[in-house]
């Protein structure tokens, strides 16, 4: 059953993503300012599948110490394809730092632009920095939420790797707090492998850290997701 309830998500998956891309065409060319609300919809229909074919719930805690009336940094864990998704429709204005490869996808990369998402180049040293500083600015500016995974890459729950630098930059540049965020989402949506767990899916909101030197806010970025981890727990 398992596997049958995961292979109907993956064509659930595939058949909104070719749908909507293709459906976004016109969009791109004609109205543009609609294109947040669509890529908010293509998540909550994303995860929508999750929990009607899989069973996999969402909560959410420490939501309310996220600020109304400023901008700010949410350093999440990243175990899932989940991680990327859910916090589309829990923000109002949500930026996040992607790889730039996956501008290159078909139909969804057009949209992941139009969206004021953004990409930085692994590989690009100080010159992607700049881009990814300046992109900051301006996204702090419109009053949006820049969501980044200092670790990377997607981990499975437990294992650890030295955090990126890169969000102590923006934070400091910028000068925005940052709320880590903890999640037990590889549990229920593992990152290899297809097949998904029924179980809810735990996002946890921390207190801010305030920008600082490099080692001290990746210390306590990383203090922080260990501290909440009996909240993933309850």
Known sequence: MRVLRSALFRVWIVAISVLMGWAAIPLRLFAPRFAMPYAKLWARLYLAGGRYFCGIRTRVTGLDKLPKDRPFILASQHQSAFDTLVWMNLVSKPTYVMK????????????????????VARTG????????????ERAA????????????TRLAPGERVPLKPGIVAMARHAKLPVYPVATNSGLCWPN???????????????????????????????????????????
């Open 192 to 234: 290899r492998g297809f097949l998904k767990r029924s179980g809810t899916i735990t996002v946890h909101v921390c207190d801010p850290i305030e920008a600082g030197a490099r080692g001290a806010m990746l210390r306590a970025i990383e203090d922080a997701w260990r501290a909440a981890e009996p909240q993933l727990a309850q």
């Open 100 to 119: 730039e490869e996956l501008q290159r996808v078909p139909l969804v990369g057009p949209m992941l632009k139009l969206t004021g998402m953004i990409p």
């Open 141 to 152: 500016s419109e009053g949006r939420q820049l969501i980044i995974f200092p670790e990377g």
């Open 125 to 136: 040293g100080s010159k992607a920095l700049r881009s990814l500083l300046d992109a900051t």
